[in-house]
């Protein structure tokens, strides 16, 4: 079965890749010839999801699968949430994006957070699924670590020894993510199906 993920982040193929079953082989958009901005005008995970997905099927005839992440911190009120991508502006850079939040959380003590992820799958048969997935954990004081994206240095998940998921492995990581609990939900009904 072909399948395409509607992303080119590679760190996002990455960590998916692996959780994958063998017998399906997932096309990235580059792979199939999409090179446009995808559309994610929503104000929520789950309505990014479907709208990357569902573009994806429309104008290239294929099942595809497409995943909106937040970051949803307590002090802030469950900022940025769905605009975590932007939250330091357009450009959409990390480090800015890791600066400012580090910089609304100084002198915080409620660090608490966590990170949710919508997958949703469009069939090629025209029906559309959802699963979610969702890891809890802090935000630490400083950046730590090299490994992983986006907000990985300054989140230390609650199940884990205290290092944030860039201090971690990509297994190790993907033992307990949001993401991997979420493509979990997409592999059982792939399976299902
Ligand atoms: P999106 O799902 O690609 O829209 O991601 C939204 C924002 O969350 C971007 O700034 C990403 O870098 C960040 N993000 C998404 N997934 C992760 C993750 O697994 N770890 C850290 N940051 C992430």
Known sequence: MRLCFASNNAHKLDEIRPLLPASLELLSLADIGCHEELPETQDNLEGNARQKAEYVRQHYGMACFADDTGLEVTALGGAPGVYSARYAGPQRLAEDNVAKLLQELAGQPDRSARFRTVVALAG????????????????????????????????????????????MSGTEKNRISHRARAVAGLVAFLNEA
């Open 124 to 167: 090629a048969d025209g029906t559309m699924h959802e699963f979610a997935g969702e890891v809890a954990g802090r935000i630490t004081e400083d950046q730590r670590g090299t490994g992983g994206f986006g907000y990985d240095p300054v989140f230390a998940p609650t199940e884990g020894d205290g290092r944030t998921f860039a201090e």
